[in-house]
């Protein structure tokens, strides 16, 4: 039977944390609060050592129901109460490779490594919603293992769970992990226009096609034009999938 204790890699057990790592994490959850309240993703950050939630965010989207405190107290038992059974068995996969990749990454590099996934959520109404996830470390102990992690969740553009991909800060490669073969494999991270950026951060903002036309002063036709290329490039369907794919995939920066 699963339990809590399933989700810490025994590879990244946070026994003793010195004073020196006691000094990283000045008044930190202040900054992650502010970043909270700017952000439609709700946010929360893990604390390995403790083997529970140190902060939730009071978006919505990850809280199925409860309020943020709530979920904070349940910890994992959350991921337990309202991942469905095979995610859930899916979510233990990714933190046993998510491990394995990261014991190889040199030590003074590891906080530039984010792991992306989907998975389902069940909400008390019944209803499932496939969610997106970025984890990326804080804070590491003197040793480089995981301290804290904040996780970033947004709506998924995908179609199913999986999709398991680590990405570098400022690199142009990602790691994709194959589940059926089990392996890593690296791909080239789509590139957007300038054109194509400009358009997607004005949708963002909630823009309709005449207004995005009449701020970057060309016809509708032409934005239009530029929207298709991007649904294609993407290989999604409408613009809230192209938000959502462009967010989670970091394409935007």
């Known amino acids: 039977m699963l339990s809590k204790s399933d989700f810490f890699s025994s ?13 990283q994490p000045t008044n930190y959850l202040e900054a992650v609060k502010a970043f909270a309240r700017t952000t439609y993703q709700s946010i929360y950050v893990i604390d390995y050592e403790k083997k529970g939630f140190e902060y939730v965010s009071e978006n919505p989207l990850f809280l199925c129901g409860h309020t943020a405190e709530e979920v904070r107290q349940l910890g994992y038992a959350f991921y337990f109460k309202y991942v469905t059974k095979d995610d859930l068995d899916l979510l233990l996969k990714i933190n046993t490779i998510g491990f ?4 190889k990454i040199p030590l003074e590099q590891r ?20 969610i997106n996830q970025r984890l990326t470390p804080v804070y590491l102990t003197q040793t480089g293992k995981i301290w804290k992690a ?22 142009n490669m990602i790691f994709e992990y194959n589940l059926e073969r089990g392996f ?19 949708s963002i903002r909630g823009y309709t096609i005449g207004e995005i036309a009449e701020t970057i002063f060309v016809s ?22 192209a938000i959502a794919y462009a967010t989670n995939n970091g394409l935007l920066v």
């Open 11 to 23: 590879r990244n057990t946070v026994i003793d944390i010195t004073e020196n790592d006691k000094y």
């Open 100 to 103: 394995d990749f990261f014991e």
């Open 111 to 130: 906080k530039c490594y984010t792991i992306v996934y989907d998975f389902h959520l069940k909400n008390p109404d019944g209803k499932v919603i496939l």
């Open 150 to 171: 904040i996780c970033i969740v947004s709506l998924s553009s995908e179609k199913s769970s999986g999709n398991i991909k680590i990405v570098k800060n400022g690199d």
């Open 184 to 202: 890593w494999k690296t791909v080239e991270k789509i590139k957007l226009t300038s054109r194509e950026k400009e358009i997607l951060q004005y």
């Open 220 to 241: 509708p036709d032409t934005v239009k034009f530029h929207r298709r290329k991007l649904f294609s490039k993407l290989e999604v369907t409408n613009i809230s999938e």
